[in-house]
Structures are given as structure tokens and as C-alpha cells.
């Protein structure tokens, strides 16, 4: 049997931040390798890895998923969204099916990828190639105590669409004895906030937009500055209400700066669609964590606020079959904080889960 809990410890210790996973994807690349996969590394340009074991004979192709990256920076990382779990238990899965020889039929592909915090890592995968020949895709995610309990498992995720838009303001700086000189930067943003806060969109749909950041300073406290920045960060369960709110919102902050003879520069940072789940992989998980974990372990589909660059793939490959499990992990006091925390013993339930998905498909 596979050892999931020391492939944690390890992978638990050696945080990278996006794009520069490269000790964690050497580990994962070469242990894949050992297992007897063909191992396919630095796949889309970047650090992201493939093993694949194609049984030869006809049927589908099914890969897993696991991100490998880590938040903060790079001189300070440190895994505090379960990507170090997510890795171990699939890593483990792959190395015992193997040495079971579940794959009977079609293609197996274990995807490592890179870069799911900033949301190019999925997009990089797809461009590399790694979900050309795929059939289905899986994907799995521990989750928050609050959502569901260790020792259970939603068969779908229904993440939002998330990103973030960053607005540059150009005013012309004047001095604070005589402004009718230039154009408040400064002012202009305010004007833009309220602006975006009185947009308003299909209420049938949930969705939130709202400014999180306003920057703006002349240097001196006697200075009407000439220049400010303001972050908004959006949301939404549609990716076509996504679309719109991004057209509206440049819509606004254009027209509100024009108003006082200002400019600004739009940039859309960090877009993630919004969930697009295949009902019948849903059916499928659900059938699999019910054998695997038993009757008493399935909760029903988790709709959650949170953003998740998974979804790239269907978006980009719309024939593609696509599934998500929300793992129950007692995981806290939340994704991302400083000090998140989960119980360890949900990492054999994933590993079952995966092991699962290969049986009931490959098998």
C-alpha cells in the first residue's frame, strides 16, 4: 500500500508558489516514474506533470487532477488550501492502482498541475496539451468544516466565477492651494465606487461585485493627487452574468471618469469560470463514494461563493465530461488562513475516492 501520509509530510514541507513548483513536481514526476506511468514532464511550458498509463485496450480516457501550488510568496510559502493534500492522496491512488492493476481498459492520465491560485496553471495544462484525448476529467477538493464533516463527500462542487479587475485612474496632480488646477485622481475613484455600487444585475442569480482596494497618494498631504488605483473583486454562480458585469463595470468606471475629465486603464486579473459540471459524472461520483465510503458519507452538492481555475478545462473543451468532489476534511478555521488546519484521516478517504473513479471507469 502506498504511503499518503508521508507523501503529505514531505510535499507539506516543500511550498512553491505558481509556476515554480519545481521540487514538488520533480517528487511527483519521479514517483510516478517508479509506479511504472509514462511520465510526461514540464508540460505546458511550466512545471506542470502527466503520467499516463494507457492499458492498450479500447475504452475511455480518464484523467484526475490535483493542483500543487502553494500561497504567499515565494521566499514565504506555505500550503494553506489542502494542495498538499490534494497531491498526496492522488499520488497514492495512482501508485496503488497500479500495483492493483485496476486499469483494465482505456487510458489513465494523472494530472499534476501547477498554478491554481492565480488561475493560469489550468489554462497552461490545456495549452500543453494534457486534456487533448481526455474523455472525463475529475477533480476533488477538501473542504472547509462548515461545509461538510470528515468522513463525507459531495459529489459536485458548483463553484463561482471569481476575479479581479484593477482600474488605474489618471488625473493630473495640483497643488492643495489650488485644485481647480487638476483633476482629483483621488476623487474620480470615489465617484467610480459609487458608481459600480449602484449597478445591478439579475438578482435570480447570485453574485456579488464591490471594491476591496483604493490606493491613491500625491506624495505629500498638501497635494490633490493625479493618480489612484482601485481593485475590485467579482463574483458570480453564471458565466455569462460574469461577461456582463465585466462589461459593466468598465462601462462605469469609463463614463464616471470621463465625467471629471479623467482617464482610466481597465485590467481584468485572475478570472475563473464558474462551475460547468456533467450531471452524469455527478451520478457516477455519487454511486463511487457510496462503495467507497458507504451510504452515510454522501451529502448533497456544495454551491460555494469561492472560485476554483478547474473549470477552464470544460470551458475551453465543452465535449469534455467533467466531474468535482468536495472532500470532507473538518478543515479550519478556513481555507487560506494562516493557521488552517484539517484532520489528517480524510486522506484516506481520498485516496479511496480516486482509486474509486478508476475502478468504476477503467476497470
Given at each position: 500500500m502506498a504511503d499518503v501520509q508521508k507523501h503529505f509530510e514531505y510535499l507539506h514541507t516543500i511550498p512553491e508558489v505558481g509556476m515554480q513548483e519545481y521540487k514538488t513536481s520533480a517528487y511527483l514526476a519521479d514517483a510516478l516514474e517508479k509506479a511504472g506511468y509514462t511520465v510526461e514532464r514540464n508540460v505546458g511550458g511550466a512545471t506542470g506533470?502527466?503520467?499516463?498509463?494507457?492499458?492498450?485496450?479500447?475504452?475511455?480516457?480518464?484523467?484526475?487532477?490535483?493542483?500543487?501550488?502553494?500561497?504567499?510568496?515565494?521566499?514565504?510559502?506555505?500550503?494553506?488550501?489542502?494542495?498538499d493534500a490534494h497531491m498526496s492522496m492522488l499520488l497514492a491512488a495512482a501508485e496503488e492502482a497500479k500495483a492493483e492493476g485496476l486499469v483494465k481498459k482505456g487510458k489513465l492520465k494523472i494530472l499534476f498541475?501547477?498554478?491554481?491560485?492565480?488561475?493560469?496553471?489550468?489554462?497552461?495544462?490545456?495549452?500543453?496539451?494534457?486534456?487533448?484525448?481526455?474523455?472525463?476529467l475529475i477533480g476533488m477538493h477538501i473542504r472547509p468544516i462548515q461545509e461538510c464533516r470528515v468522513g463525507q463527500a459531495a459529489p459536485a462542487m458548483y463553484y463561482s466565477s471569481a476575479g479581479h479587475v484593477i482600474i488605474d485612474v489618471h488625473g493630473k496632480q495640483?497643488?492643495?492651494?489650488?485644485p481647480y488646477l487638476g483633476i482629483s485622481a483621488l476623487d474620480a475613484a470615489c465617484l467610480?465606487?459609487?458608481?459600480?455600487?449602484?449597478?445591478?444585475f439579475d438578482s435570480n442569480i447570485v453574485h456579488n461585485l464591490k471594491a476591496t482596494?483604493?490606493?491613491s497618494d500625491a506624495g505629500v498631504m498638501n497635494a490633490v493627487p493625479g493618480e489612484a488605483q482601485i481593485v475590485f473583486d467579482l463574483?458570480?454562480?453564471?458565466?455569462?452574468?460574469?461577461?456582463?458585469?465585466?462589461?459593466?463595470l468598465r462601462r462605469a468606471a469609463e463614463n464616471t471618469a470621463a465625467a471629471v475629465g479623467a482617464s482610466i486603464d481597465f485590467r481584468v486579473h485572475n478570472i475563473t469560470p464558474a462551475s460547468i459540471i456533467t450531471p452524469e459524472v455527478t451520478n457516477?461520483?455519487?454511486d463511487i463514494i457510496r462503495e467507497e465510503l458507504g451510504e452515510a458519507a454522501l451529502v448533497p452538492p456544495i454551491t460555494t461563493a469561492g472560485g476554483e481555475d478547474f473549470f477552464w478545462y470544460p470551458r475551453k473543451r465543452?465535449?469534455?465530461?467533467?466531474?468535482?468532489?468536495?472532500?470532507?476534511?473538518?478543515?479550519?478555521?478556513?481555507?487560506?488562513?494562516?493557521?488552517?488546519?484539517?484532520?489528517h484521516t480524510c486522506l484516506a478517504s481520498g485516496v479511496k475516492l480516486h482509486k474509486g473513479a478508476i475502478r468504476k471507469i477503467l476497470g
Open positions: 506533470v502527466v503520467g499516463v498509463w494507457d492499458s492498450g485496450v479500447p475504452g475511455p480516457a480518464l484523467g484526475l487532477r490535483a493542483d500543487m501550488d502553494a500561497l504567499g510568496t515565494p521566499e514565504h510559502a506555505a500550503h494553506l488550501c489542502g494542495h498541475q501547477p498554478a491554481e491560485e492565480t488561475s493560469g496553471g489550468a489554462l497552461s495544462m490545456i495549452e500543453g496539451g494534457a486534456v487533448d484525448d481526455l474523455d472525463i495640483s497643488h492643495g492651494a489650488r467610480i465606487v459609487q458608481a459600480v455600487n449602484a449597478l445591478r482596494q483604493l490606493h463574483r458570480s454562480q453564471d458565466n455569462d452574468l460574469m461577461d456582463t458585469m465585466l462589461a459593466e457516477l461520483i455519487a465543452p465535449d469534455l465530461k467533467v466531474g468535482f468532489i468536495g472532500l470532507g476534511a473538518d478543515a479550519q478555521p478556513g481555507l487560506h488562513a494562516v493557521d488552517m488546519h484539517f484532520d
